[in-house]
């Protein structure tokens, strides 16, 4: 009897037989039903896209025209400028903050940028570098956006629970830096971020370790605790300075816990629109998987076994096995330890593999999201059993940002 995937397999094989690989697709039903999913979760919240998790501007704009959805998250300022100017939206706020001079001279030169794009702050020397390239006589007014750092710091701060992003961590120290933004002149502070990597961007429930998996979820809800009532303090520190637009927070992995906080006036998604593999250790929501990249057959180099040319796609983040792409269509299939993910070929094993004949497809997920479109010069749009479009990526559209 065949099982969702063989059904998956066969659409997909039949939708882009005539490709050769490597190629990169987006189930669009699956896409859809995902951005669906996340504007749910969000509980009438609006939704801003991480455009670092997506990297094509066609699926940035058709999550966008979707209810829920408003506003881009972007990674870098450049690209930040590239997507306000195409029209993919007049709302960007950019995630870090930049020392790219080019690029802010670009965004005080134009008033219409300066009132689309939003930079991130953690620093007055930030500000210190804006004024360099373009004093505040001479420039629009900028919006700003302050990032609070939402790592968890128990036992009096002797430990660090989460990622290093912002030196501002206290309400006392948000409070501060908005009133030295706010007595600036040529900034306009709108925002106020935050990102809990640790309960975003962490699954609490790894395969086959479920003491670890215990540990993660008991890490978690103390975590959200202490944000809960920290972020709410921030928010009214900086309050105290200007009228915020929005308070944003979270990711996909913690898009409903996120908007349960009244703190919070938007969260961030991306990644759950293409359900990489890292989201498979989620026990709350999973997105559906909607992008895969084909590799083709080239070897059998005995029973059991089955060569695919290229495949070593990486993860960016720790050197361990979850950031290697995991071989997905036909089931059963598995990387060898001694080789991994090649950047030529890839032998992969299984009892299956003994079935395939040179030529196949074989189909990957990889484990993170946008990282994905760095690999390829265009994706494939897949509906049913067709490819409706092929639109290009960053990459194919001559920009890596990063």
């Known amino acids: 009897m065949a099982t969702d995937r063989d059904k998956l397999r066969d659409r997909l094989d039949r939708a882009t037989a005539h490709l050769d690989p ?22 009438g919240k609006p939704v801003r896209i991480a455009s670092k998790s997506v990297r094509v501007r066609e699926l940035l704009t058709r999550a966008l025209a979707r209810p829920g959805w408003r506003g881009v998250m972007a990674f870098t ?6 997507l306000a100017r195409s029209g993919v939206s007049d709302d960007v706020l950019v995630a870090y903050p930049t020392a790219d001079r080019r690029a802010l001279a670009e965004l005080a030169a134009d008033p219409a940028l300066a009132e689309a794009v939003t930079l991130m702050v953690d620093d007055p020397g930030q500000l210190d570098l804006v004024d360099e390239v373009c004093p505040p006589g001479r420039r629009p007014a900028l919006r700003v956006c302050l990032e609070l750092d939402a790592s968890w710091r128990p036992l009096g701060g002797r ?5 290093r992003r912002s030196p501002v961590h206290s309400a ?10 706010a007595g600036r002149p040529g900034f306009r502070l709108v925002g106020l971020m935050s990102y809990e990597a640790q309960i975003a961007g962490l699954g609490d429930a790894p395969p086959g370790q479920a003491v670890l998996g215990t540990a993660i979820r008991v890490t978690q809800r103390g975590s959200y605790r202490e944000l809960l009532a920290r972020r709410a303090a921030a928010v009214a520190a900086v309050r105290e300075h200007a009228d915020l637009e929005f308070v944003n927070g979270g990711g996909t992995g913690s898009v409903a816990a996120t908007s349960a906080d009244p703190a919070v006036t938007e969260v961030t998604a991306g990644s759950g629109l293409y359900g990489p593999t890292l989201f498979d250790a989620y026990r709350a929501w999973r997105p559906t998987p909607a992008a895969f990249f084909a590799c083709a057959v080239v070897r059998r180099p005995g029973p059991g076994l089955a060569t695919v040319l290229g495949g070593g796609w990486i993860a960016s983040g720790p050197a361990a096995d979850s950031r290697l792409p995991r071989p997905w269509l036909p089931a059963g299939l598995k990387l060898l330890g001694a080789e991994g993910a090649g950047e030529v070929q890839t032998p992969l094993a299984g009892d299956v593999a003994t079935a395939l004949r040179i030529g ?12 994905l479109c760095e690999h390829v010069n265009e994706v494939h749009l897949v ?5 409706v479009a092929t639109v290009p990526t960053y990459r194919g559209e001559g920009h890596a940002f990063l």
Do not use: C, I, Q
Not at 77 to 82: F, N, V
Not at 383 to 387: F, Q, R
């Open 22 to 43: 490597p190629y990169a697709v987006v189930d669009l039903s699956a896409f859809d039903a995902n951005a669906a999913a996340l504007v749910d979760r969000a509980a």
């Open 77 to 82: 300022l450049p690209e930040a400028l590239w």
């Open 172 to 181: 006392g120290a948000a409070g501060t830096l908005a009133a030295a933004v």
């Open 383 to 387: 509906d049913g059993d067709s490819v």
């Open 159 to 163: 430990v660090h629970v989460g990622v």
């Open 360 to 371: 196949d497809r074989v189909w990957f997920r990889h484990a993170k999201a946008g990282e």
